[in-house]
């Protein structure tokens, strides 16, 4: 299994980015898929999560109403969608996947509960 994650970069506070990864090896929607991000320093933490079917996704409080986590079944990607950016949320982000779960099961929110990784890619929040 592969996840390959990008969309990172360089943005202004208040600014937007969207990160896309892609998973290949496995069957997508067999998938329940986190986002959780390491700033240096710091240990990793969860950011947000999907179910299989899309109808539930969850995010750490620091994310909520300002992230947007999404997945596309036919294009095997999952999205997270960034705005109004804080210079704390500078990271590597790093998305992740499980395929032990069911359909409507809950997503876990702790690095552990992932089998699978992408590489990382680099978010840096200016101020």
């Known amino acids: 299994v592969q996840l390959q994650a990008y969309g990172g970069g360089l943005v202004q506070a208040g600014g937007s980015l969207r990160l896309s990864c892609t998973v290949s090896?496995?069957?997508?929607?067999?998938?329940?898929l986190g986002w959780f991000r390491q700033a240096p320093g710091k240990e990793r933490e969860f950011v947000a999560a999907?179910?299989?079917?899309?109808?539930?996704?969850y995010y750490a409080d620091s994310a909520k109403g300002r992230f947007t986590i999404s997945r596309d079944n036919d294009k095997k990607t999952v999205y997270l969608q960034m705005a109004s950016l804080k210079s704390e949320d500078t990271a590597v982000y790093y998305c992740?996947?499980?395929?032990?779960?069911?359909?409507?099961?809950?997503?876990?929110?702790?690095?552990?509960?992932?089998?699978?990784w992408g590489q990382g890619t680099q978010v840096t929040v200016s101020s």
């Open positions: 992740a996947a499980d395929f032990s779960l069911i359909l409507t099961a809950t997503p876990g929110n702790t690095p552990g509960e992932y089998d699978y």
């Open positions: 090896g496995r069957t997508f929607s067999r998938a329940t």
């Open positions: 999907i179910s299989r079917n899309a109808r539930g996704t």
